[in-house]
């Protein structure tokens, strides 16, 4: 934390995905409580919740209405949280091309998360 910010750095690690659905809106939920309390939050998806991000997903269920995990995922992204998608769980495990990602996510390699680890005061995995 650094002392002169007061502020927190707070990681989240989302595992799942639409075939799951339930278990998605928890860590968009508290990362959105996180960033209103002024931490500074980053959230990483592998293994299958890279499929969360797909545009095509995403459009479809705007369209259907009524998802708590699109409501989540746009209330963290308006009070600044930060997103990563891990390139081999979106290629290989969801077998989605980087083009499929929703924009304001970035594309990074499986070692971001440790470094992302290490420089978080607190993680969470869900």
């Not at 989240?12 to 939920?29: K, Q």
């Not at 990483?44 to 991000?53: A, Q, T």
């Not at 995990?69 to 390139?87: L, P, Q, R, T, W």
């Amino acid at each position: 934390m650094s002392e002169a910010e007061g502020k927190r750095k707070v990681l989240i690690v989302v595992t799942h995905g639409p075939e799951d659905l339930d278990r998605t809106y928890a860590p968009l939920f508290m990362a959105s409580i996180a960033a209103a309390m002024e931490n500074e939050v980053e959230v990483f998806y592998m293994i299958k919740g890279p499929k969360l991000l797909d545009k095509h997903w995403q459009e479809e269920e705007r369209k259907k209405g009524g998802n708590p995990f699109i409501h989540f995922f746009d209330m963290a992204k308006s009070n600044g949280v930060k997103m990563y998608v891990c390139v081999q769980s979106l290629k290989d495990m969801c077998h989605m091309k980087e083009e499929d990602v929703v924009d304001g996510v970035e594309i990074v390699g499986g070692s971001t998360l440790i470094d992302l680890l290490f420089e978080a005061d607190r993680a969470m995995f869900f």
